[in-house]
């Protein structure tokens, strides 16, 4: 959880069966999946032996889900994006939805690529740490490379876990082949305290992880970062006195005022 | 070279410090001669290492970030990529 935190992603290669990703790729050509009203419960979203329905029961899924998000989310909305061959342009670089400050909460958007994806065929482009950055939508547009970004490639049956806030953007696709990602948005309807196996909070590599500088990062910002992670596993874990080198204490600290 | 005939090229450079010696963190490039199609994601490695070196290549600056203090109750928030410096070639 403290690497999520810190990089805003949870990825999981190759984590569907063949089979799943097989069914996937032509019901993805015949059109969008069928529609699920925005605040559906998870448990009502899907009907059985849909691929939605399939994916989110695998177990591995299913348990990164409930840490990042609780035992009863809702569905926001769903979608199936293609990248088509040698389409010409990249999107620009985006947040979704738009600008949302929340630290003590989040949505999660998982991301499914049913079949492999090379450099070429244009996978999403996202930048690891930029979740906590307060921006809105296509603003960030003009960024076109950042050091540290991911270039995603991967093996069929990959499902990444994205923070609302990540940039990110589906890349120009060079290649001669279809691509193919199906978006799910989840919002989670408790408090998103210890959601998670917290049998390790006291172990040192929890602050090592939200202590991360990502390459991209201008090395002043990268400490407020830091002090805004520090934040959000405050609210994550219920520990308000959590710390990192005392980033956060010392500039709280006023002796004798209330 | 007629005044029409000249096209701009565009490096934008984000840079690691306020410094425009300092290190290169992202680009981003625009080309007015339509000789090359940059886009997002298109690249992994920096084209200079700071932005010095883009002045060294013949990249000449013409606009820079302003150092702007942050707003009061906002001096922890983050946004937008801070040291941000355009430069141009005419070709």
């Known amino acids: 959880m403290a690497r999520f935190v810190a990089n805003g992603f949870h990825r999981l290669d190759a984590i569907v069966p063949a089979e799943l990703n097989e069914r996937a790729i032509p019901e993805f050509d015949a059109g969008q999946q069928p529609g699920v009203a925005y605040g559906t419960p998870l448990k009502r979203a899907f009907p059985e032996g849909s691929i939605p329905r399939a994916l989110l029961d695998l177990p591995a899924v299913a348990g990164a889900l409930r840490s990042l998000v609780g035992s009863d989310p809702t569905v926001d909305h769903h979608h199936t994006h293609v990248r088509e061959p040698h389409e010409g342009g990249a999107q620009p670089l985006h947040g979704d939805a738009i600008i949302d400050t929340r630290i003590d909460a989040f949505d999660i958007q998982l991301m499914y690529y049913p079949q492999k994806v090379t450099v070429d065929m244009g996978g999403t482009l996202s930048v690891p740490g930029s979740h906590l950055r307060r921006t809105n939508e296509s603003d960030t547009g003009r960024y076109q490379n950042l050091r540290g970004q991911t270039r995603l490639t991967c093996p069929p049956g990959t499902v990444v876990l994205l923070h609302h806030g990540i940039w990110h953007g589906g890349r120009r696709n060079d290649s001669d082949i279809r691509r193919y990602m199906f978006k799910i948005r989840f919002n989670p309807t408790a408090p998103q305290v210890r959601t998670w196996d917290v049998s390790d909070l006291d172990d040192p590599a929890v602050a090592r992880e939200l202590s991360v500088f990502h390459p991209w990062s201008e090395h002043a910002t990268s400490r407020l970062e830091i002090y805004n992670r520090i934040k959000m596993w405050r609210a994550l874990t219920g520990d308000t006195s959590f710390d990192i080198d005392y980033w956060a204490t010392r500039v709280a600290n006023r002796p004798g005022r209330a | ?91």
């Not at chain 2, 007629?2 to 565009?10: A, C, L």
């Not at chain 2, 450079?13 to 306020?18: A, E, K, R, V």
């Not at chain 2, 992202?26 to 000789?35: E, H, L």
């Not at chain 2, 886009?39 to 150092?67: C, I, N």
């Open chain 2, 1 to 91: 070279m007629k005044q029409h005939d000249v096209k701009q090229r565009v490096l934008v450079l984000y840079l690691n410090t306020s410094a425009l010696d300092a290190e290169v963190l992202a680009w981003s490039n625009y080309d007015g001669t339509g000789k090359t199609d940059p886009t997002t994601g298109d690249s992994d490695e920096p084209p200079y290492k700071t932005g010095v070196d883009a002045l060294k290549d013949g990249w000449r600056l013409f606009q820079a970030s302003q150092l702007i203090p942050p707003y009061p109750g906002h001096e922890y928030d983050t946004s937008f990529l801070k040291h941000e410096f355009w430069f141009e070639k005419l070709e």
